[in-house]
């Protein structure tokens, strides 16, 4: 079983829609869940941080996060073209120095 | 710049040969990661470093790779005897802080390395 586990999609919605990713790990001792963006052959590009059960919002992004399910989602509003990319979700690991990332949500977004 | 910097964008070489990859960390940040991205992947952990100390190379694949930061500031990462299965992006990531797991990282734009 890998550390973190995502749908790799891909995953399309209609302009303004809402998109939803989701993200499932393992390791019950992860205290830090990032999402991250990664536009083809670009770098990953941090979008959103959480550390606490519950819902974290910033612009047309919000995070979600259920420790006790091991669960973190990220919601995207008003969905545009310009969101279409691979959504990665990352956990760190157990000694806190490690970063474990899923394989990626392909997300289009269809004008 | 102010972002991570990583060179050579680009490297081709043949299987068999030694390859070396540089990254810049955004300046002043102490903590440095190296990561592998296969095609279709996310990226996998290789080492960590805090300063010029390697607190962790687990994610290493083999005795192959060695990565080191001697001043603490840039990084190289050295793949001796390449193998065609060590054809991916090479990313480069920093933080600000030693205690790294509750911040994020900022990446550089990678090394895509292919071994002919």
């Known amino acids: 079983q890998k550390e973190v586990e995502q749908n790799s999609g891909p995953l399309s919605v209609p302009e303004g829609a809402i998109a939803s990713l989701n993200c499932t790990y393992s390791?019950?001792?992860?205290?830090?869940f990032f999402w991250y963006r990664q536009y083809s052959g670009k770098s990953p590009e941090l979008i959103m941080s959480?550390?606490?059960?519950g819902d974290k919002e910033d612009g047309r992004f919000t995070a979600q996060l259920n420790k006790a399910s091991q669960y973190v989602s990220l919601l995207i509003r008003d969905s545009q073209p310009s969101d279409s990319a691979t959504y990665l979700c990352?956990?760190?690991?157990?000694?806190?120095?490690?970063?474990?990332f899923g394989t990626g949500t392909s997300l289009t977004v269809i004008p | 710049g102010a972002g991570v910097s990583q060179s050579p964008r680009y490297k081709v070489a043949k299987r068999g040969q030694d390859v070396a990859l540089r990254c810049d960390p955004i300046?002043?940040?102490?903590?440095l990661f190296w990561y592998q991205q296969a095609l279709g992947q996310g990226p996998e952990f290789l080492t960590y470093?805090?300063?010029?100390?390697?607190?962790?190379k687990s994610g290493l694949p083999s005795d192959r790779f060695f990565a080191e930061r001697p001043e603490g500031s840039v990084s190289t990462l050295k793949i001796q005897r390449t193998q065609q299965e060590d054809s991916a992006v090479y990313l480069c990531?920093?933080?600000?802080?030693?205690?790294?797991?509750?911040?994020?990282?900022?990446f550089g734009d990678g090394t895509r390395l292919s071994i002919l």
């Open positions: 990531a920093s933080s600000p802080q030693q205690r790294s797991s509750n911040q994020p990282q900022h």
């Open positions: 390791d019950r001792g992860s205290q830090s």
């Open positions: 959480i550390y606490s059960n």
């Open positions: 990352a956990v760190n690991g157990v000694t806190g120095n490690q970063f474990y």
């Open positions: 300046s002043g940040h102490v903590s």
């Open positions: 470093f805090q300063n010029e100390a390697q607190l962790d």
